[in-house]
């Protein structure tokens, strides 16, 4: 029996508000990110959290109707998505599962491995698997990937046109580098259709109860493969999932977990539910402070650390 166990359904609203609370305090000391215009102009103050348990519970604090875009989250489903259509065998031809103590977009990390992309959670890995999305251009593609994630999670991703704009009027040298890196290496085929493919799956908008369903996506698996591949993804959010915090997350949290540019961040609770929550302001890293501060302080204060 696992002594000190208590699962979610501890949880308490009044819990929900005061760590809102004191996460939005501690945003106050984030930035937002100015390398795409539109994320720069958001409320900092929004905090919104949901969380969705297997047996049907649900929390939830802020504005639920706001729709924000999910940015790098989006990279646990383009795995999962991946993974059930091509095997292991091949997803893990073009990209590798070793965690990365330079930042998400670093191309210095890419050339010091010869082109060859480390995890699909870091930038390189997921333009990468961009790359393996059917389609014969990037609408399609993203089309494809965005029908499928609201099919099986029964959410509502819906391409954000005015994020989209913002992302491509200020083109992103890093990210152009890296898929021409790439490319060159051999590791991406259409370099252009590939990094259009990779902007617009990062530029899917949600609410916080379509992040919390994506969340449910790896807890719920229908069938065997579906099992293996959610806990590769699971791993990989582990060990990779918050770029060069990730290892100092696992030990003082121990959740899977995966931030986004935009503050969105989804940790999952093996066989209990999912977090959700959105706060704009990041830290040096890139990932959202308050919605960090928020899990860890549920995960703490519960014992849901996966190693308990
Ligand atoms: N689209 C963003 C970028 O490539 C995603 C990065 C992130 O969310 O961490 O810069």
Redesign the pocket.
């Known amino acids: 029996m696992n002594i000190g166990f208590q699962p979610i359904y501890q949880l308490t609203q009044e819990q929900v508000n005061t760590w809102v609370e004191e996460g939005q305090q501690r945003s106050q000391f984030g930035q937002l990110p100015s390398y795409i215009p539109q994320l720069a102009q958001v409320n900092p103050q929004e905090f919104v959290v949901k969380i969705l348990t297997l047996q049907g519970q649900s929390h939830q604090a802020g504005n639920e109707a706001l729709r924000f875009p999910v ?2 989250v989006i990279k646990c489903f383009l795995l999962l998505n991946r993974l059930l259509e091509l095997g292991e065998e091949r997803v893990f031809q073009r990209v590798g599962v070793q965690p990365s103590d330079q930042p ?2 670093s191309l210095k990390q890419l050339e010091s491995d010869g082109g060859w992309p480390r995890n699909p959670m870091i ?1 390189s890995g997921a333009i990468a698997l961009a790359g393996l999305l059917p389609g014969k251009d990037a609408d399609t593609r993203c089309q494809y990937l965005c029908s499928w994630l609201n099919q099986f999670a029964n959410c509502q991703l819906v391409l954000d046109p005015d994020i989209l704009e913002s ?1 491509r009027s200020a083109p ?1 040298a890093k ?1 152009q580098a890296l898929v021409s890196t790439l490319a060159a290496a051999g590791y991406v085929e259409h370099p252009e259709i590939t990094l259009d493919t990779y ?1 617009q799956i ?1 530029c899917l908008s949600a609410t916080i109860s379509d992040l919390a369903k994506l969340g449910l996506l790896l807890l719920q698996p229908t069938n065997l493969p579906w099992e293996i591949a959610s806990r590769t993804v699971k791993t990989l959010m582990l060990t990779c999932g918050l770029y060069e915090t990730s290892g100092q997350f696992a030990v003082q949290v121990g959740v899977p977990t995966k ?4 503050g969105a961040v989804l940790s999952i609770i093996p066989r209990q539910g999912a977090i959700a929550c959105y706060s704009p302001p990041l830290d040096q890293q ?1 990932n959202s402070i308050g919605s960090l501060f928020f899990i860890e302080k549920m995960v703490r204060t519960l014992n849901l650390s996966l190693f308990n």
């Open positions: 940015m790098s998400f977009n930038n992302v992103n990210n902007n990062c931030s986004g540019v935009s890139g």
